[in-house]
Nanobody, 124 residues
Framework: QVQLVESGGGLVQPGGSLRLSCAAS????????MGWYREAPGKQRELVAT??????????TYADSVKGRFTISRDNAKNTVYLQMNSLQPEDTAVYYC???????????????WGQGTQVTVSS
């Protein structure tokens, strides 16, 4: 069984910062790419940022709307991915979800897991 647990969400004023964390635990052999997505009320879930595995160079991608403001990183020893969010704006308000693609055994299938989500609210 694999679990992804997010933390770090909350209420912040416009221009403020938050740091989200997502820790993966359970029967994990290796984690491939990890990412953050968000879902605002009445909107579809959208990609925020992704980071590839170390073997793939830890390459990052960002949605245009967050480039220059958000930074994704990962700690492979802790099976954790982070999202540093700066200069937050009201339009960043959403539930933020982390996703990980991983294997549970050597040579096993690549499975996709989602966290339960953490609320980020940007308001004065």
């Amino acid at each position: 069984q694999v679990q992804l647990v997010e933390s770090g969400g909350g209420l912040v004023q416009p221009g403020g910062s938050l740091r989200l964390s997502c820790a993966a635990s359970g029967s994990i052999f290796s984690i491939n790419d990890m990412g953050w997505y968000r879902e605002a009320p009445g909107k579809q879930r959208e990609l925020v940022a992704t980071i590839s595995s170390v073997n793939s160079g830890g390459k990052t991608t960002y949605a245009d709307s967050v480039k220059g403001r958000f930074t994704i990183s990962r700690d492979n020893a802790k099976n954790t991915v982070y999202l540093q969010m700066n200069s937050l704006q009201p339009e960043d308000t959403a539930v933020y979800y982390c996703k990980a693609r991983l294997t549970t055994s050597m040579g096993g299938f690549l499975y996709q897991y989602w966290g339960q989500g953490t609320q980020v609210t940007v308001s004065s």
